[in-house]
T-cell receptor, first 114, second 112 residues
Framework: KAGVTQTPRYLIKTRGQQVTLSCSPI?????VSWYQQTPGQGLQFLFE???????NKGNFPGRFSGRQFSNSRSEMNVSTLELGDSALYLC?????????????FGPGTRLTVL | QQQVKQSPQSLIVQKGGISIINCAYE??????FPWYQQFPGKGPALLIA?????SEKKEGRFTISFNKSAKQFSLHIMDSQPGDSATYFC???????????FGAGTRLFVKA
């Protein structure tokens, strides 16, 4: 079974630009969660999608948004990039929604904002 | 109340020694407690997980000890090896919570 894939692996953007990151979950998994990982804040939950519906959202500004498609692939978008958005963005897939179950992480997308 | 507090921040252990990482939580709704291992440049990988109906779970050299009354759980790595050098995260979630809360992480270095 193929693992979670994320594209692109690396991105360099400038302040004010927007960016879209993509995540393909493990085949058969319908839940996708997104996390931001930084040295100072650790792993912070962004949002979770299940069957194209956002089930929960973390404490991030509205510049961070996401969506999920009918094939369970998910994208997250960050608009009006700020220097503080530089981070590793991880997605995780799970067979079930709601928490309380195993999550499988992708390798992440390293975003650098200049 | 949804925080998971992890300690220590970093840990140096001799090869063959025992590595111990501790976590504490407050939300009694949590019902799934996984530990993740992360190597540089990689995403976290599930190492071992426990539910509150058991006090201990062992998989190879890795053991989770769980104390429900104290709301604490810990990871023990027996016979630590240099290949175990990585960052370890504890986490907690609950069915219906739709998110996982992670500890701050522990950087483990095993000296050869």
């Amino acid at each position: 079974k193929a693992g979670v894939t994320q594209t692109p692996r690396y991105l360099i953007k400038t302040r004010g630009q927007q960016v879209t990151l993509s995540c393909s979950p493990i085949s058969g998994h319908r839940s996708v969660s997104w996390y931001q990982q930084t040295p100072g804040q650790g792993l912070q939950f962004l949002f979770e999608y299940f069957s194209e519906t956002q089930r929960n959202k973390g404490n991030f500004p509205g510049r961070f948004s996401g969506r999920q498609f009918s094939n369970s692939r998910s994208e997250m978008n960050v608009s009006t990039l700020e220097l503080g958005d530089s981070a590793l963005y991880l997605c995780a897939s799970s067979a079930t929604s709601g928490g309380g179950s195993e999550q499988f992480f992708g390798p992440g997308t390293r975003l650098t904002v200049l | 109340q949804q925080q998971v507090k992890q300690s220590p921040q970093s840990l140096i252990v001799q090869k063959g020694g025992i590595s111990i990482i501790n976590c504490a939580y407050e939300n009694t709704a949590f019902d799934y407690f996984p530990w993740y291992q992360q190597f540089p440049g990689k995403g976290p990988a599930l190492l071992i997980a426990i539910r509150p109906d058991v006090s201990e779970k062992k998989e190879g050299r890795f053991t989770i000890s769980f104390n429900k009354s104290a709301k604490q759980f810990s990871l023990h790595i027996m016979d630590s090896q240099p290949g175990d050098s990585a960052t370890y995260f504890c986490a907690a979630s609950w069915a219906g919570g739709f998110k996982t809360i992670f500890g701050a992480g522990t950087r483990l270095f095993v000296k050869a």
